[in-house]
């Protein structure tokens, strides 16, 4: 139902910035729960960030204040504008895109990011 691909990772220094981008394919963009999650080698995946159809944003309490969680629906795109990056944010970022009602529960393939010290 929809297929999401996500880009704009990569290697940054501690304190810099990145901005990911998911763009979605199909016709429940607008109207789905979209989030960004991450998991790092030997961690549990975790959530980041999440944006509801109506604007609605949280956060993890460790990127609060430093990563900003956005959506364009015209584009069908979700974006984590990353800033003060820490090593410990060192994770491969995977895109969500939630529907429960319509059955729709589905994942990009990630994308990586690595912050140096």
């Known amino acids: 139902q929809v297929q999401l691909t996500e880009s704009g990772g990569g290697l940054v220094q501690a304190g810099g910035s990145l901005r990911l981008s998911c763009v979605a394919s199909?016709?429940?963009?607008?109207?789905?729960?979209m989030g960004w999650y991450r998991q790092a080698p030997g961690k549990q995946r975790e959530l980041v960030a999440r944006i509801t159809s109506d604007f609605s944003t949280n956060y993890v309490s460790s990127v609060e204040g430093r990563f900003t969680i956005s959506r364009d629906n015209a584009k069908k795109t979700l974006y984590l504008q990353m800033n003060s990056l820490k090593p410990e944010d060192t994770a491969v970022y995977y895109c969500?895109?939630?529907?429960?009602?319509?059955?729709?529960?589905?994942w990009g393939k990630g994308t990586l990011v690595t912050v140096s010290s």
């Open positions: 969500n895109a939630y529907a429960g009602p319509l059955g729709v529960d589905a």
């Open positions: 199909g016709s429940i963009f607008s109207i789905a729960t």
